[in-house]
């Protein structure tokens, strides 16, 4: 079987040991009781596993598509209500939840490239929140980030033309310090790419049939099965119990012979190692951003969170197979010790395959899926380093009020991000897609090397990415970088952008006035 590796092995460095003492003083200064240094590893959630455990007794429920209508300049316009309701994760018993659109996460936004889009952006809450479009260009006041927040009773309508290739991409709130809860509490949905490229291909493309959106979230349940605050440690929030598109126990039934599952990792805190449960390879066709020039086999696709992953499954009539995750330090790349109280170690059933007894049958795919360049870096205008520690990036913590980069339109950039500590974190850049030039100084594995907007930063491991700045130049409005560990994210481990004109400079927004009513 080919390519069958672990992701982002390497061999550890040495410790630094400024690392340990400021996620120290950030977990104290969090306030954080029930997490504390004992010898190298952070006391959190132990060791979960479910697998063999989870009766797949219910359907999986998958998001409905997005209604749209096209207005007079031909703008395909949505609606999204931010509101609160109440959702069945057991039968007869209630969780209060939030969604979009319904109790608990949000409709499925299909979109074409070259069209122009629009969102009606309602909010039914009681608190402000915002949306934010992860995974997409555009321009920065559209981009849904903790300036553009969204009051109560308010709207707002950003407005922008697709230009990106066919992905899967996601949106959920980004209210500052605020979007780990908005999160957890079902505001999260999926935004799917299209483009002429991508349906040339022999693809399963029948949403919710053969092209499946595959929802992961993590979550606590009380005994009598309502949704409840999972425990937390130096990751976040951790949940022993795993919901797609909020289903607990998932089934599907299939009655094709080759699937498309789009997985989304839309849990705040874990990340998973999917793979299957007879152990087969599983098939990766894109990643973040969209497809990948040839599909890959794995033993598994890690996904930490906001990491979207489009893979492909081939069933033979009558079987049941389960998608699992199974963490294990190495993947994880932590120290055993640390990995087991973060999620590292954590087994889970995650949603169950049946197929019929007869299944249509799929064509050949081609060798080459897409047109991926190779990464060019003969052309960098600047290089920027990020260092990943405690809940910091370049000692500083996250300030509305302060512009800590600033781009050039039109350019291509280096951006090196180092994860200086021993401790899990992530990053991802609004606005572009980019790839992975190196790791540690080698070529990224053959599943890091297309297009992303969100890795894995693993701990003691410098990552070269490579970004262009094509367009959407705004003085006023900056874009976010951040940690995906959307605690992290909440604790300031997040920065701005701003992308401007050649020789101009980057206005700091007024931090009174960062919401927007139309
Ligand atoms: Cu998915 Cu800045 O976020
Ligand atoms: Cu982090």
């Not at 949306?131 to 006041?141: I, K």
């Not at 992905?167 to 709130?173: E, G, V």
């Not at 907007?453 to 262009?468: G, H, N, Q």
Request: charged share 25%; proline share 8%.
């Amino acid at each position: 079987m080919p390519a069958q590796r672990p992701s982002l092995a390497r061999t550890p460095r040495l410790r630094r040991p400024r690392a340990a003492t400021t996620a120290f003083a950030a977990l104290a200064a969090g306030g954080l009781v029930a997490v504390a240094f004992a010898g190298c590893g952070i006391v959190g959630p132990g060791a979960v596993s479910t697998v063999g455990e989870v009766d797949f007794d219910t359907p999986l429920a998958i998001p409905p598509l997005a209604e749209s209508t096209i207005d007079a300049d031909g703008t395909r316009v949505f609606s999204l209500d931010a509101r609160a309701g109440t959702t069945e994760f057991t039968p007869g018993v209630e969780s209060r939840t939030w969604g979009f659109n319904g109790a608990y996460l949000g409709p499925t936004l299909v979109a074409a490239r070259g069209e122009r889009v629009r969102v009606d952006v309602t909010n039914s809450l009681d608190v402000a929140t915002s949306v934010h479009w992860h995974g997409m260009h555009l321009p920065a006041e559209t981009d849904g980030g903790p300036h553009q927040m969204v009051e109560p009773d308010a709207a707002w309508s950003p407005e922008w033309d697709i230009d990106q290739q066919a992905a899967t991409l996601w949106y959920h709130p980004h209210p500052h310090g605020e979007t780990e809860s908005h999160v957890a509490r079902g505001l999260a949905g999926m935004f799917l790419l299209q483009d002429e490229d991508e349906a040339a291909l022999p693809l399963p493309r029948e949403y919710g049939v053969d092209d499946v959106p595959v929802i992961v979230q993590d979550s606590g349940f009380s005994a009598d099965g309502r949704l409840e605050d999972p425990r937390t440690g130096f990751a976040g929030r951790l949940g022993d119990e795993l919901i797609v598109n909020g289903t607990r126990g998932p089934f599907l039934e299939v009655g094709d012979e080759l699937v498309r599952l789009r997985l989304l990792n839309a849990s705040t805190a874990r990340s998973y190692a999917f793979g299957w449960s007879d152990d087969r390879p599983i098939e990766l066709i894109a990643t973040d951003g969209g497809l990948l020039a040839a599909s890959v086999e794995l033993d598994r696709v890690m996904l930490s969170p906001g990491e979207r992953a489009e893979v492909l499954v081939r069933m033979t009539p009558g079987e049941r197979l389960t998608l699992q995750s199974t963490m294990t330090p190495e993947i994880a790349g932590m120290n055993p010790s640390i990995a087991g109280m973060n999620g590292g170690t954590d087994a889970f059933d995650v949603l169950e395959l049946r197929a019929a007894e007869q299944l249509d049958p799929a064509p050949e795919l081609p060798d080459r899926l897409a047109d991926v360049p190779p990464v060019d870096t003969t052309d960098i205008a600047t290089t920027r380093t990020f260092a990943l520690d405690g809940f910091e990036i370049n000692d500083d913590e996250m300030e509305m009020g302060r512009i800590d980069e600033t781009v050039t339109v039109d350019t291509t950039e280096r951006w090196v991000v180092e994860n200086t500590s021993q401790m899990p974190h992530s990053f991802h850049v609004h606005d572009v897609q980019f790839r992975i030039a190196s790791i540690d100084g080698a070529a990224p594995p053959p599943e890091l090397a297309g297009w992303k907007d969100t890795i894995f930063a693993s701990p003691e491991t410098e990552y070269e990415l490579v970004m262009r700045f094509e367009d959407s130049a705004d003085p006023n409005t900056p874009y976010m970088y951040h940690c995906h560990l959307l605690w992290h994210e909440d604790q300031g481990m997040m920065g701005q952008f701003t992308v401007v004109e050649p020789g101009h400079e980057a206005t700091p927004p007024n931090t009174e006035e960062t919401s927007h009513e139309h």
